[in-house]
């Protein structure tokens, strides 16, 4: 079996990308040829076979080259719809481009929506046309693909209120590589350290977390690693209002989890979190995960037992978890184990597993 994998970007390999970026690496062992389709720069993985659709389409996330987006769309609908037992459409940019190359060859595509924005887009995308997201977003979502995958709960639940059909819908969740974590030695763990991952993006609200920092009793350190269009204004606020924030700009993957061992706590304060594989990879470090109550680790996070839950925008519910665990050892002590035993299920060799098996379905 032959699988056209199309994602508008997988380098540099944040959330979306790193679950192409497995699936391309873990489906051969299923007896899968995975082609990836996608917009390249410099980097590049000569073990995954890859056709380059167009130059990278972000800029500094999440801003985007409109110029190669309308490249990368044309350039995969004409080279999906050539050789492919399946087509697997990963992200908004690809499911158009991917469900014409599905209508030119006849065969089954498959939609994997990793986000929804929702009333989001304006605030992303500064872009005239940012209105028109919410509704083009909709009618992506609704075009007859042979299956839908999501990645949580919640998102499941959108899509039959907007009369996607049941039975065309597939939760499968996204994971981590338990192995190569474990292999990762780390320094010493810091108690008091509390660290962010992930893009510097609106979306993340990572000024709540700066705010919430400020309000700490306890004494603590706080590192952010990534980079991204709100790098600036984060600087200038941690400046103004006295918080001592450490910005560390990309790590690569084995960086980050060498960096979580060192730390006891993961903060997010993303206002969407479609299914967050670093708070997974946190808890396989031992840390605790302080997260808002977002559509994926709601899935996975049981609040008050393997780690934390807060309201979207809450400053001061961020403060009292931080509290709580800081000056708690014993708490602390139990919920990364709770947390650890919970990042377990979710390892993505049994991941993959359940996409070859969905690939498996559809061609009957």
Same mark, same amino acid.
């Given at each position: 079996?032959?699988?056209?994998?199309? %994602?508008?970007?997988?380098?540099?390999?944040?959330?979306? /990308?790193?679950?192409?970026?497995?699936?391309?690496?873990?489906?051969?062992?299923?007896?899968?040829?995975?082609?990836?389709?996608?917009?390249? #720069?410099?980097?590049?993985?000569?073990?995954?076979?890859?056709?380059?659709?167009?130059?990278? $389409?972000?800029?500094?996330?999440?801003?985007?080259?409109?110029?190669?987006?309308?490249?990368?769309?044309?350039? $995969?609908?004409?080279?999906?719809?050539? #050789?492919?037992?399946?087509?697997?459409?990963?992200?908004?940019?690809?499911?158009?481009?991917?469900?014409?190359?599905?209508?030119?060859?006849?065969?089954? !595509?498959?939609? $994997?929506?990793? =986000?929804?924005?929702?009333?989001?887009?304006?605030?992303?995308?500064?872009?005239?046309?940012?209105?028109?997201?919410?509704?083009?977003?909709?009618?992506?979502?609704?075009?007859?693909?042979?299956?839908?995958?999501?990645?949580?709960?919640?998102?499941?639940?959108?899509?039959?209120?907007?009369?996607?059909?049941?039975?065309?819908?597939?939760? &499968?969740?996204? #994971?981590? =590589? $338990?192995?190569?974590?474990?292999? !990762?030695?780390?320094?010493?763990?810091?108690?008091?350290?509390?660290?962010? !991952?992930?893009?510097?993006?609106?979306?993340?609200?990572? =000024?709540?977390? &700066?705010?919430?920092?400020?309000?700490?009793?306890?004494?603590?350190?706080?590192?952010?690693?990534?980079?991204?269009? /709100?790098?600036?204004?984060?600087?200038?606020?941690?400046?103004?209002?006295?918080?001592?924030?450490?910005?560390?700009?990309?790590?690569?993957?084995?960086?980050?989890?060498?960096?979580?061992?060192?730390?006891?706590?993961?903060?997010?304060?993303?206002?969407?979190?479609?299914? #967050?594989?670093?708070?997974?990879?946190?808890?396989?470090?031992?840390?605790?995960?302080?997260?808002?109550? %977002?559509?994926?680790?709601?899935?996975?996070?049981?609040?008050?037992?393997?780690?934390?839950?807060?309201?979207?925008?809450?400053?001061?519910?961020? %403060?009292?978890?931080?509290?709580?665990?800081?000056?708690?050892?014993?708490?602390?002590?139990?919920?990364?184990?709770?947390?650890?035993?919970?990042?377990?299920?979710?390892?993505?060799?049994?991941?993959?597993?359940?996409?070859?098996?969905?690939?498996?379905?559809?061609?009957?």
């Amino acid at each position: 079996m032959k699988v056209a994998l199309c %994602t508008e970007t997988v380098y540099p390999i944040y959330g979306v /990308e790193r679950r192409v970026y497995e699936m391309a690496k873990r489906l051969p062992k299923h007896g899968i040829e995975p082609v990836l389709i996608t917009s390249l #720069g410099n980097e590049f993985d000569s073990s995954i076979k890859t056709l380059k659709a167009s130059d990278p $389409t972000i800029s500094i996330p999440p801003k985007r080259l409109y110029g190669n987006c309308i490249r990368y769309a044309a350039n $995969t609908a004409r080279l999906a719809s050539k #050789g492919y037992d399946v087509i697997d459409a990963n992200g908004h940019m690809s499911l158009f481009p991917c469900f014409a190359a599905a209508m030119l060859s006849g065969r089954p !595509v498959v939609a $994997t929506i990793h =986000d929804i924005y929702g009333g989001d887009w304006k605030a992303m995308y500064k872009s005239p046309l940012s209105f028109a997201g919410k509704y083009a977003e909709r009618f992506l979502c609704r075009l007859p693909y042979e299956k839908l995958v999501v990645l949580n709960n919640t998102v499941r639940r959108f899509m039959v209120s907007i009369g996607v059909p049941e039975e065309r819908l597939e939760v &499968i969740h996204s #994971g981590i =590589d $338990t192995k190569k974590i474990d292999a !990762v030695k780390g320094p010493k763990k810091s108690r008091n350290k509390v660290l962010y !991952v992930g893009r510097l993006a609106p979306q993340k609200n990572l =000024d709540v977390l &700066i705010r919430a920092f400020s309000m700490l009793e306890n004494k603590a350190s706080l590192k952010i690693v990534g980079e991204g269009s /709100e790098a600036d204004s984060l600087r200038k606020l941690s400046k103004s209002i006295g918080v001592d924030v450490e910005f560390h700009g990309k790590m690569s993957n084995e960086q980050v989890i060498r960096e979580m061992k060192s730390s006891s706590i993961l903060a997010l304060t993303s206002s969407r979190e479609n299914f #967050g594989i670093v708070p997974l990879e946190a808890m396989r470090c031992g840390m605790v995960v302080v997260s808002t109550r %977002t559509e994926g680790p709601a899935d996975y996070i049981k609040d008050g037992k393997n780690g934390f839950l807060v309201d979207i925008g809450s400053a001061e519910q961020v %403060t009292e978890n931080l509290e709580l665990l800081l000056s708690d050892k014993n708490l602390m002590s139990k919920m990364r184990k709770n947390g650890f035993r919970t990042s377990s299920e979710f390892d993505w060799d049994k991941i993959v597993g359940e996409i070859a098996r969905l690939y498996r379905e559809i061609l009957g």
